[in-house]
């Protein structure tokens, strides 16, 4: 059983800066890539900035220069540094990951979704 547990949500004023914290738990043989999602109310939830488990980053344009991914692979845990916060990044904040477990067959890996984290951006 794998989890994905989320932190670091809250309320900002614009301009401010968070930092979210996404750990992954259980039996987990490795973590290929994590990455972060948004989904603001009435919009489709949209890829935010990945990850790969060599360190190679991806970063949506409306993030790019203002928002950092970065992961500690010995503790499965990937974190995104929101600076210069818009009113407009406001959403809830998924963190998403895919990680193998093994298994009788071998290692398998699957995708996993955190809870969610909201993230309200005070104009």
């Known amino acids: 059983q794998v989890q994905l547990v989320e932190s670091g949500g809250g309320l900002v004023q614009a301009g401010g800066s968070l930092r979210l914290s996404c750990a992954a738990s259980g039996s987990i043989f490795s973590a290929n890539a994590m990455g972060w999602y948004r989904q603001a109310p009435g919009k489709q939830r949209e890829l935010v900035s990945s990850?790969?488990?060599?360190?190679?980053?991806n970063y949506a344009d409306s993030v790019k220069g203002r928002f950092t991914i970065f992961r500690d692979n010995a503790k499965n845990t990937v974190y995104l540094q929101m600076n210069s916060l818009k009113p407009e990044d406001t959403a809830v904040y998924y963190c998403?990951?895919?990680?193998?477990?093994?298994?009788?067959?071998?290692?398998?890996?699957?995708?996993?979704w955190g809870q969610g984290t909201q993230v309200t951006v005070s104009s």
């Open positions: 990850i790969s488990n060599g360190g190679r980053t």
């Open positions: 998403n990951a895919e990680i193998g477990t093994a298994q009788p067959m071998g290692v398998m890996y699957y995708d996993y």
